[in-house]
């Protein structure tokens, strides 16, 4: 079974500064997928970023970045200009590429705080 | 509608009740998934529809939890005989029938508190 870690509970970033919040996982997969999922106060799930494990290349998305590194089994994100509204929940999540069931298995979570 | 959504937003019971819990997935969307988020923890799988397709009832934690979902759409989620342990909030996402890069669309959660 795959597992997903998230080893920091908490992570707090200056506004205006960057941060990068770590996540590792765990599976005997080649073909996978991976994910961070941003839960605001309102409970919503938000997917933030996505990277294909067979692409080499890093994804980005505006402020967003990860840096994948498939052989340490490593997603980390990188979050460049932290604004106020970036303060959430979280959550790396990794999914099978193989199989019906599509399902996400999430790491526990990191709370990131912003400081005006 | 534009995205997922859930009733009620809150639910309080006594333990011992059931409880029914309800998705509305996008329009459109053939999978749904349910999950559950217990305090200070990730989400973990409960269980998962596809089209007309038998589900995968794999994550549920007990007999004491079951799911249906009518006309391929809204989805509901049956909590009998509720335990202090059932308090969690529980979230629906649903996809679209789309490439393998397709993204789970969540809804804003049931927060489920059993006295």
């Known amino acids: 079974a795959q597992t997903v870690t998230q080893s920091q509970p908490e992570m707090s970033v200056q506004e205006a500064e960057t941060v990068t919040l770590s996540c590792t996982y765990d599976?005997?997969?080649?073909?996978?997928?991976l994910f961070w999922y941003k839960q605001p106060p309102s409970r919503q799930m938000i997917l933030v970023i996505r990277?294909?494990?067979?692409?080499?290349q890093n994804a980005t998305e505006n402020r967003f970045s990860v840096n994948f590194q498939k052989a340490a089994k490593s997603f980390s994100l990188k979050i460049s200009d932290s604004q106020l509204g970036d303060a959430a929940m979280y959550f790396c999540?990794?999914?099978?590429?193989?199989?019906?069931?599509?399902?996400?298995?999430f790491g526990k979570g990191i709370t990131l705080s912003v400081r005006p | 509608g534009a995205g997922v959504s859930q009733s009620p937003s809150n639910k309080v019971t006594e333990k011992g009740k059931d409880v029914e819990l309800r998705c509305d997935p996008i329009s459109g969307h053939t999978a749904l998934y349910w999950y559950r988020q217990s305090l200070g923890q990730g989400l973990e799988f409960l269980i998962y529809?596809?089209?007309?397709?038998?589900?995968?009832k794999s994550g549920l934690p007990s007999d004491r939890f079951s799911a249906e979902r009518t006309g391929g759409s809204v989805s509901t989620l049956t909590i009998q005989r509720t335990q202090q342990e059932d308090s969690a909030v529980y979230l629906c996402a649903s996809k679209g029938l789309a490439g393998v890069t397709d993204t789970q669309y969540f809804g804003p959660g049931t927060r489920l508190t059993v006295l």
């Open positions: 990277q294909e494990a067979y692409k080499q």
């Open positions: 999540a990794y999914r099978s590429a193989s199989g019906a069931n599509s399902k996400l298995t």
């Open positions: 599976t005997s997969e080649s073909d996978y997928y």
């Open positions: 529809f596809q089209g007309n397709s038998a589900p995968d």
